[in-house]
């Protein structure tokens, strides 16, 4: 099945994700920021499930750190055929015309920049031009770049609308050298980043608006990662899967 790298997978959906890789029968490079123990055990659980895995941490918004990472994976693990760009960031909710430059910039610079950051190093190591066997990338999006999220994540949610459009972008651009690139596009999901934002109870305040009636688990998020992720998906490229219960 072969490396995945799966960046902020130390926990919600990139640790659910990364559990089900190893599952699936591939190898997998965790990347965190700040949560080593917690990555440590998503590693070791890989490891009992008989695949390798490997724990780098990197800040992805930082261009040295994401150098840093995809050069360890090289030496430690070898070349990738899979990316899933998982990490990402959100602060207190507020309405946009209170919102400092500072904290948008900490959004777009994780949001948009890393995700940017570690496809082209995956691009340079995938794609058939370069001599790279080619592979799939998966975008972690949400369904706010469709909702906007007013008066909450204004910010948050532009900065996955443009991984929508960078998504589509760049699956044209390397579909003829062996690389596919789609995104996910989660709903309200029962994660960390809720309580990062502010409300750790958000899901359960919102999920009456939800067709299906409840909030998702990270779990169900991962199972759509990985079909994107494998040939099962080889027809299927500059799509996006929302897994949203309905919104």
């Given at each position: 099945?072969?490396?995945?790298?799966?960046?902020?997978?130390?926990?919600?959906?990139?640790?659910?994700?990364?559990?089900?890789?190893?599952?699936?029968?591939?190898?997998?490079?965790?990347?965190?920021?700040?949560?080593?123990?917690?990555?440590?055990?998503?590693?070791?659980?890989?490891?009992?499930?008989?695949?390798?895995?490997?724990?780098?941490?990197?800040?992805?918004?930082?261009?040295?750190?994401?150098?840093?990472?995809?050069?360890?994976?090289?030496?430690?693990?070898?070349?990738?055929?899979?990316?899933?760009?998982?990490?990402?960031?959100?602060?207190?909710?507020?309405?946009?015309?209170?919102?400092?430059?500072?904290?948008?910039?900490?959004?777009?610079?994780?949001?948009?920049?890393?995700?940017?950051?570690?496809?082209?190093?995956?691009?340079?190591?995938?794609?058939?031009?370069?001599?790279?066997?080619?592979?799939?990338?998966?975008?972690v999006s949400s369904i706010a770049a469709k909702t906007g999220s007013p008066f909450e994540?204004?910010?948050?949610?532009?900065?996955?609308?443009?991984?929508?459009?960078?998504?589509?972008?760049?699956?044209?651009?390397?579909?003829?050298?062996?690389?596919?690139?789609?995104?996910?596009?989660?709903?309200?999901?029962?994660?960390?980043?809720?309580?990062?934002?502010?409300?750790?109870?958000?899901?359960?305040?919102?999920?009456?608006?939800?067709?299906?009636?409840?909030?998702?688990?990270?779990?169900?998020?991962?199972?759509?990662?990985?079909?994107?992720?494998?040939?099962?998906a080889s027809f299927t490229t500059g799509s996006f899967i929302d897994v949203a219960g309905g919104l």
């Open positions: 099945m072969g490396i995945t790298l799966i960046t902020g997978a130390s926990r919600g959906i990139g640790a659910a994700t990364a559990l089900l890789a190893a599952r699936s029968g591939y190898d997998v490079a965790i990347n965190y920021m700040h949560h080593r123990e917690k990555a440590e055990e998503i590693a070791h659980e890989i490891e009992a499930l008989g695949r390798r895995a490997l724990v780098v941490q990197a800040d992805v918004s930082n261009p040295d750190d994401v150098g840093r990472l995809f050069k360890t994976l090289d030496k430690e693990m070898g070349t990738i055929q899979g990316l899933v760009n998982n990490a990402g960031t959100l602060e207190p909710q507020m309405k946009f015309e209170q919102m400092e430059a500072d904290r948008i910039g900490r959004v777009i610079s994780t949001n948009i920049i890393g995700t940017m950051l570690c496809a082209r190093e995956s691009v340079r190591r995938m794609s058939w031009a370069n001599g790279g066997q080619g592979g799939a990338i998966v975008n994540y204004v910010d948050y949610a532009a900065s996955k609308g443009a991984i929508d459009s960078f998504t589509i972008g760049l699956a044209k651009e390397v579909a003829a050298e062996g690389i596919r690139v789609n995104a996910v596009r989660p709903g309200l999901i029962y994660t960390d980043i809720h309580a990062q934002g502010g409300e750790p109870g958000r899901v359960d305040r919102l999920k009456a608006k939800i067709p299906l009636g409840r909030g998702g688990e990270a779990e169900e998020v991962a199972e759509a990662i990985m079909w994107l992720l494998s040939d099962r």
